[in-house]
């Protein structure tokens, strides 16, 4: 292809694609990269993410200082664990914008949105790990810490049992791993030839396409089970884990282990207890009404002319 036929890409466009460039470099340091043991998290495995302040420390050295600026909002709740010990149960609902200051405001050219979420028989803890949790899945959308959603790094590495107690209801499904031998059929072998350059961005664009719809079927279910949780607290459910367990016939970790029978077996449980619930007040409002009430708790007799 000779060079007038070449693509030209505006100077602002090529500006945002170096930074985005700069933003998703891999991390040398090799402090950046946080280990946890399954022990610790309660989910049963190992994780690995990329530390809270590297991800800070990056945004700050690519963008200059006052080039980003958060916004949220914090939802906590106070739950009770399996073990009858209070608990906390943080959401933070977040945008990560990044711009620059002109004249005492904060002019805007990019944005993401993230939730985050976060388990803690501690409040502060709970509201920490919930705003760290959605601050690195904003962060990602800018490329920053990506490694943590391709597989090959875990987001969310803070312990989040302590002493023994259940961990977040709200993790999300560890992605499985492909099989060595997928892996090995999609090499291309020597003599292929190479792709083109256009061949080579529709291909890229595919694989964005799948990723960005296998990312928003994770984001469903953990909505979904988020639904879940908030109906059961809604409801009066005492102990999360076992009212769970006792649902779904056998004990589990977390709920990425849920299928979608279960879910529906919950859901199901969740509205039978809420029309309950619909039942009882509107028994307890005919009692208590002025109109049935003679004193005793009976209808009042209707006296003949």
């Not at 050295?61 to 739950?79: I, S």
């Not at 914008?97 to 803690?120: C, K, M, N, P, R």
């Not at 059961?232 to 849920?258: L, T």
């Amino acid at each position: 292809m000779s060079d007038s036929a070449k693509k030209v890409i505006p100077a602002e466009r090529a500006e945002l694609i170096r930074l985005y460039q700069e933003l998703a470099a891999p991390f040398k340091d090799k402090r950046a990269i946080e280990e946890t043991s399954g022990r610790l998290t309660g989910r049963g495995y190992d994780t690995t993410g990329i530390k809270y302040q590297f991800i800070v420390n990056r945004l700050n050295e690519v963008l200059g200082l006052g080039g980003f600026r958060v916004q949220r909002e914090m939802t906590v709740k106070q739950t009770a664990t399996a073990k009858g010990r209070p608990g906390y149960e943080a959401i933070c609902d977040l945008a990560l914008q990044l711009g620059e200051w002109v004249e005492g405001e904060f002019v805007v050219f990019a944005e993401a949105l993230a939730d985050g979420g976060h388990f803690s028989t501690s409040e502060a803890d709970a509201r920490k790990g919930a705003y760290t949790n959605g601050f690195k899945k904003a962060a990602a959308f800018f490329g920053v810490g990506r490694q943590a959603y391709e597989g090959t790094l875990d987001d969310d590495n803070t312990a989040q049992a302590q002493d023994g107690e259940e961990p977040s209801p709200f993790n999300e499904p560890k992605p499985e791993p492909k099989p060595a031998a997928a892996v090995r059929l999609v090499e291309k072998p020597r003599e292929t030839p190479r792709e083109t350059p256009r061949q080579e961005d529709e291909a890229e664009r595919a694989r964005a396409l799948a990723n960005a719809a296998e990312q928003a079927a994770r984001d469903r279910i953990v909505l979904r089970d988020k639904e879940i949780f908030r109906e059961a607290v809604a409801v009066g459910v005492q102990g999360y884990h076992g009212w769970a367990e006792k649902i779904i016939g056998r004990p589990y970790s977390n709920n990425s282990e849920w299928t979608e029978d279960d879910r529906c077996h919950l859901e199901e449980d969740l509205l039978a207890r809420r029309a309950k619930v619909a039942q009882m007040a509107n028994r307890e409002n005919l009692q208590n009404s002025p109109a049935l009430r003679n004193g005793s708790g009976r209808p009042v007799p209707v006296k003949q002319p």
